[in-house]
């Protein structure tokens, strides 16, 4: 069986683009091979092989678990952007009765009327209601009062 050689890479594999490997390359790598294998007979030689494999692997481990922890963390930045991109666009006034909610935790329809100067209760719990309905704050009845609360 004879060797052969590429001339050029990337080219088709044809027999007139090969020539024969050198004879005297050709036993250097043989016996290179050869010295290889009779050093893998060693069980010491095989121990140092399988801590550096060892080392190598915890390395790598190390360096996916902090690629892992950034790409998390990428992630994280990705869905508040969208989150916030998703936020609805709301009314000058809608923004400071959310900001009232939320600095007051809680607040009925009058609370919002009283604070804002709307004229009657219902033009307060009808924006109130609109916000809720957005998901932008929830509703609950405590006794005979609703009360408003941020999300």
Same mark, same amino acid.
């Given at each position: 069986?004879?060797?052969f050689v590429a001339?050029?890479?990337g080219d088709v594999m044809d027999d007139k683009q090969y020539k024969p490997i050198d004879n005297a390359f050709h036993k250097e790598i043989k016996n290179d091979l050869e010295h290889n294998m009779e050093k893998f007979k060693d069980p010491m030689v095989?121990?140092?092989l399988l801590y550096r494999l060892l080392e190598e692997r915890e390395n790598t481990n190390r360096i996916l678990k902090n690629i892992l922890t950034k790409l998390e963390a990428m992630e994280q930045r990705v869905q508040i952007?969208?989150?916030q991109l998703q936020e609805p666009m709301l009314p000058e006034i809608d923004e400071q009765i959310v900001a009232f909610i939320k600095q007051t935790v $809680?607040?009925?329809a009058e609370e919002v009327r009283a604070k804002f100067n709307y004229k009657g209760k219902n033009a307060a719990s009808a924006r109130l209601n609109r916000l809720c309905d957005m998901g932008i704050l929830h509703k $609950?009845?405590?006794g005979k009062k609703v009360f408003f609360f941020p999300l």
């Open positions: 069986m004879r060797d001339t050029n890479a095989l121990g140092e952007t969208d989150v $809680k607040a009925s $609950k009845q405590i």
